[in-house]
């Protein structure tokens, strides 16, 4: 079927012109390369994703991988803007158009992944949808995880928030950096693309990261210690234009929403999988690996999650979303 330039239509439409009838094309812009051994949790959630479209529609999804269509940000403009219908916007991108999901970045704020996902795909998760949807133009259609919860390595064990003294540590954002600090350590914005170099030469000492992030650029070889701290859950909103979901026909908007399950579905399966097998591997590559008990995780939890919840209450537009996301992960435990 013919396709036209989404400019020509635009224009056809401006000026009251019929065009022949077409197919919906999805434009899904995303960050990392095709193929990325490990990162399958991610590309490969947007394969199934078009893959289900098209099996069960006329309509088309275009993946256009390695940023060629701009950074996270930029993409992320671009979809509110309807030049793009999809994009691999992670949480941290969305807090800049709308702050209010930061608040699910508080320390602590989960105990596992299952919770995170009740309390996302339940109520809690609905409404910051609907919000995000009212506010941004950006419909979310389901909850991504983004190789699951953040962790701590250094070169020597950290076992409890005092172990933090004195370590110079490359975290990112308020929310990490505050309560890095509130432990007695340094907190430094080092830039992702030279984070290797500076945990190599000494400019900082250690970092948190998922640990698919951790092994994907070999920092097993710059940090004898990975620390299971589960502090900070990553996740992603599954977004799309909110404009163009509301241009298609009901048949093609259930599509579409019946994919979004499939595709977190697979994101979320594939993310634990990935996760197992990178613990494995960091310890094969000589990493040692500590594990935390409860009593541990909730020492840290004490010293990090109140600061946290301080500064989100002067930063975020809602701040008794707070109370409603401790009161939603209590419920869901």
């Given at each position: 079927m013919t396709r036209f330039p989404k400019s020509l239509t635009a224009l056809?439409?401006?000026?009251?012109?019929?065009?022949?009838?077409?197919?919906?094309?999805?434009?899904?812009?995303?960050?990392?390369?095709?193929?990325?051994?490990?990162?399958?949790?991610?590309?490969?959630?947007?394969?199934?994703f078009a893959e289900h479209v098209e099996a069960n529609s006329d309509m088309t999804v275009d993946l256009v991988y390695g940023g060629a269509l701009g950074n996270p940000n930029d993409r992320l403009g671009q979809m509110r803007r309807g030049i793009l219908e999809m994009t691999d916007a992670a949480d941290g991108n969305y807090a800049s158009i709308h702050p209010d999901i930061q608040i699910l970045n508080m320390p602590y704020l989960f105990p596992d992944e299952e919770t995170a996902w009740a309390v996302l795909d339940g109520p809690f998760g609905q409404s910051l949808a609907e919000d995000i949807r009212e506010n941004t133009g950006i419909r979310v259609l389901g909850w991504w995880e983004s190789g699951g919860f953040k962790h701590f390595s250094a070169n020597s064990a950290i076992e409890t928030p005092e172990d933090m003294e004195g370590l110079k540590l490359r975290v990112l954002g308020p929310l990490a950096t505050i309560p890095v600090e509130e432990m007695g350590a340094s907190a430094s914005p080092v830039a992702f693309g030279e984070l290797y170099t500076a945990?190599?030469?000494?400019?900082?000492?250690?970092?948190?990261?998922?640990?698919?992030?951790?092994n994907m650029i070999n920092l097993y070889e710059v940090q004898s210690h990975l620390i299971l701290s589960g502090h900070t859950y990553a996740f992603g909103p599954l977004g799309i234009s909110d404009a163009f979901f509301e241009g298609l026909s009901?048949?093609?908007?259930?599509?579409?929403?019946?994919?979004?399950?499939?595709?977190?579905?697979?994101?979320?399966?594939?993310?634990?999988?990935?996760?197992?097998?990178?613990?494995?591997?960091?310890?094969?590559?000589?990493v040692s690996v500590v594990e935390l008990s409860d009593e541990q995780r909730d020492a840290?939890?004490?010293?990090?999650?109140?600061?946290?919840?301080?500064?989100?209450?002067?930063n975020v537009d809602t701040p008794d979303l707070i109370d409603d996301a401790i009161d939603a992960v209590e419920a869901a435990r």
């Open positions: 056809a439409l401006a000026f009251g012109l019929a065009l022949p009838a077409q197919a919906q094309e999805i434009t899904v812009g995303l960050s990392l390369p095709e193929n990325v051994e490990g990162f399958d949790f991610v590309n490969g959630m947007y394969r199934t945990l190599r030469t000494g400019v900082v000492d250690g970092q948190d990261n998922s640990i698919s992030v951790f009901e048949e093609d908007q259930q599509v579409i929403l019946d994919a979004a399950d499939a595709a977190i579905e697979f994101n979320r399966e594939t993310s634990r999988a990935v996760e197992a097998s990178a613990i494995d591997f960091a310890r094969e590559e000589g840290f939890r004490e010293v990090m999650q109140p600061v946290a919840i301080d500064w989100l209450r002067e």
